[in-house]
């Protein structure tokens, strides 16, 4: 079973920094994307940013800000990172660890991750 662990959340100041880390689990056969989206109170799901083997994409209103990194595991594991800089208040939000495994056909949701910028 697949899970996703994302940690590294929390409040902020505008104009300051995060990073999200995302630690994936179980048997993935074939990843085809592992990335970020987030969802702020009342609104739907967004992507954020996700890397895939076509290259990374970014959402408009965090390019230049937000920065997407994975590192594999000899064991296995994968972990998909994400670097928040120059936070604003618009960017607080749940934020979800994704990953598509194209061979199995499944899209993965980690739980979640509480960012809020406040001052």
């Known amino acids: 079973q697949v899970q996703l662990v994302e940690s590294g959340g929390g409040l902020v100041q505008p104009g300051g920094s995060l990073r999200l880390s995302c630690a994936a689990s179980?048997?993935?056969?074939?990843?085809?994307?592992m990335g970020w989206y987030r969802q702020a109170p009342g609104k739907q799901r967004d992507l954020v940013a996700t890397?895939?083997?076509?290259?990374?994409?970014?959402?408009d209103s965090v390019k230049g800000r937000f920065t997407i990194s994975t590192m594999s595991r000899d064991n296995g594991k994968n972990t998909v990172y994400l670097e928040m800089n120059s936070l604003k208040p618009e960017d607080t939000a749940v934020y979800y660890c994704?990953?598509?495994?194209?061979?199995?056909?499944?899209?993965?949701w980690g739980k979640g991750t509480l960012v809020t910028v406040s001052s």
């Open positions: 890397l895939t083997g076509g290259g990374t994409k970014y959402a």
């Open positions: 179980g048997t993935i056969f074939s990843i085809n994307a």
């Open positions: 994704h990953v598509e495994d194209l061979s199995a056909g499944m899209d993965y």
